[in-house]
């Protein structure tokens, strides 16, 4: 008897083991922010496959980044005129880790990176931020939303974003409320809300769920109407991941 009741303490015991890891595991979905950093450039059309290339072979290296950051390369694809970038790459982590990518001092490969990247592109611009609140699983969507806004009661929006997206956001998507720091353009951008999606399918029209899903329907209107006033507009774009490190 005492042999059973033993063995079901140590079942009881892992069940509750296993079931908080998959609640932390949650948790951090929802819940780990980051700071990033992107720099924006221009390739010539016969060139994107060569700097695709030499960006894959330098961040699949061995030491090539800080541990905790990911490295993505982009292809900026739909955007007005004003955004004349073609491709971007963004470093993203922690507060930590991004310290350790900028403080790793001397380093060879990087400049000859640089040095042969710099032969196929133009620069254009480079910003820095971060997130906010993040609902889904990070770096995995190829298609990205990005909207770009002026906020006045930044509190405000973001308390209406975490809790119309904690209780609504798709399973199939990552969406981040996040929030230019440095590199801001003179349009006067403060915040952006960037939509991660599979396909362009999807991408062309992101809110689509909701005619399917009432509850969602009434509380983005309702969330609409909160920040009615309170956020302007300052652009749209969409960029497709070409890599990710």
Not at 74 to 82: L, V
Not at 170 to 188: A, E, H, I, W, Y
């Amino acid at each position: 008897m005492s042999s059973l009741i033993l063995k079901n303490n140590l079942i009881m015991k892992k069940f509750i083991l296993i079931f908080t890891l998959f609640i932390l595991t949650i948790m951090s979905l929802k819940a780990q922010e980051y700071y990033w950093t992107s720099y924006s450039f221009n390739v010539d059309s016969e060139d994107t496959e060569i700097v695709a290339k030499l960006t894959n072979d330098y961040f699949s290296a061995e030491n090539a980044k800080a541990d905790g950051v990911s490295v993505y390369l982009f292809e900026n694809h739909f955007h007005d005129s004003e955004l004349s970038s073609s491709h971007e790459i963004v470093f993203a982590g922690t507060y930590d880790a991004m310290g350790n990518q900028y403080s790793q001092g001397e380093n060879p490969s990087w400049d000859l990176y640089l040095a042969k990247l710099g032969q196929y592109t133009k620069n254009f611009s480079a910003a820095a931020g971060r997130s906010v609140h993040s609902f889904g699983v990070p770096g995995t969507h190829p298609v990205q939303n990005l909207f770009w806004l002026k906020v006045n009661d930044a509190s405000t929006f973001a308390k209406g974003f975490k809790k119309y997206n904690s209780k609504h956001n798709p399973d199939d998507r990552r969406v981040t409320l996040g929030q230019f720091n440095l590199g801001r353009s003179p349009l006067g951008e403060t915040h952006y809300v960037l939509v991660g999606v599979n396909d362009f399918k999807t991408a062309m029209n992101v809110g689509l769920y909701r005619e399917s899903n009432p509850a969602a329907k009434k509380a983005w209107d309702e969330y609409m109407k909160e920040i009615d006033g309170n956020v302007q507009m300052i652009r749209t774009s969409t960029r497709v991941m070409v890599g990710k490190w």
